[in-house]
């Protein structure tokens, strides 16, 4: 048989296979009964449809389904797909031109509240489908997009059906926001109304949730009561909001929403950031069994910070934030978050002349934040977020012979500390394939990438041409906004902080 005629059976049978055996790699599965990993070597995971069916200690099982699709992945590691828990999947256009912002400048420029007067309907669908595809490509396979590009029913709807066309699994957090001169959170209401009932979305992997920051310090009882009897009828799969504490005065804390009796609901409700978070809000958290967004590379490079969030990560996600300054994939969150959480515990004991005798986080408890956590936060722990018989499909595959990878023993730290995107051969949602051979397997992602470019571009050059807003010197929530000062990384004259290169 000639070889094209082989590569066009195996095709076939790939299109018809309504179930995939994964044989003979190292599974880092979930074990409910610990509520830990537990890694199997030379194991085999079953996938029918859309679940697993089957987690397996031996590399053939008795029995599998007639036209199974057997994939060999002998010498690799098979993982759950990462969630991540906060991210705005349409600014994937300013992608660079934001590196040394501030989220003052970054208000000022590239929010929801500029945007709207230069963006049409096709650059928010363009601009959140590369991000979206760039998020599966990166293992990425759950997202809660706190989506501020509702600025109108066309913009909110491009932003929806790029979500269901990329083939992701998306939390859609349609934003309610009051935005002048462009639209009104009484405007928004039947805008939501009419997508809810859109069957497109009922078919497909995104469920709509709300993204809403007006819970205080100042809340509109009469808004927030609409938008939450909205959520209730319509059964909101989650509710988001950005928390910014201290200073920045964007408390939308778990005060806030208990104050209003809304936070011990059956509804999930994500805080994102929650910078400042105090001991009442922490405990308040764990009696509603609500959770917090930690976004560690965002928290950092904007000043949010996040000086508590290590105290309160039974009760933490990952996610991303504005992937247009940084990283866009939660293995480097994670990274970073182990590594700050590290770094933060072992201080105190410095500055005592104390030398630290032992570790304080584990590279387990960063995977299960980058995994197991946002499936709980999402309230989706039944079957999102691990290799367990049941859970959806969603899954990765690791080359554990990758230079970076290659003579690995513990898997877990492997992916952790040592991989990186590039080591991603293969991506499964829902028991499809969305990445497989290293290469995104999206219909029409040429086209997709061919029409992004040229929405970025245009926007981009529009950008350019716009002054950077002036914020030092200003006053922001009653305090002063002051000039940080450079570090320097040249002797003598300047000191290398250079431009932007756009």
Known sequence: MKPNTIALLSFLIAVKAASI??????????????????????????VEDDRITGVYDSTTPNQIPPRTEIIDISGKILTPGFIDTHRHGWQTAFKTMASNTTLLEFFGRYSSF????FWNASDVYDSQL???????????????????????????????RACIDSGARVFYGFSFANISGVITVEQLLPI?????????????????????DGWGPNPNVAEIDKIMDLATELNASVITTHSLQGPWGFT?????IHALSYLN???PIIFSHASFLTPLGASLLRSTNQFISITP?????????????HSIQDQSSLGIDTHITFSSDILTQARIWLQQTRYDLYL???SQNKIPGTNPMSVEQAFLLATRNGALALRRGNDLGGIFIGAKADLVIWDGESPGMLGWVDPVAAVILHANVGDIEGVVVDGKWVKRGGKLTGKGYGDARKKFLRSARRLQGIWKGMEVPRVVGGVFNGNEVVDVGRVDVLRGEGDGYGEIYL
């Open 21 to 46: 055996l994964f044989k003979g790699g190292t599974i880092i599965a979930f074990n409910k009964q610990t509520q830990g990993l537990q890694v199997i070597r030379d194991g085999s995971v079953l």
């Open 114 to 117: 500029v945007a709207p007067f």
């Open 348 to 350: 105190p004991l410095l």
């Open 252 to 256: 939308n804390s778990p005060e806030d």
């Open 130 to 160: 590369a991000g979206l595809y760039e998020a599966l490509n990166a293992g990425v396979t759950t997202s809660l997009d706190h989506a501020t590009s509702t600025w109108s029913k066309e913009a909110a709807e491009a932003g929806l």
């Open 297 to 309: 590379e965002s928290e950092m490079h904007y000043g949010q910070t996040h000086p508590f969030s």
């Open 265 to 267: 609901i059956s509804l």
């Open 192 to 212: 939501y109304r009419q997508m809810a009932a859109k069957p497109a979305l009922k078919n497909s992997l995104v469920s709509l949730g709300i993204a809403y």
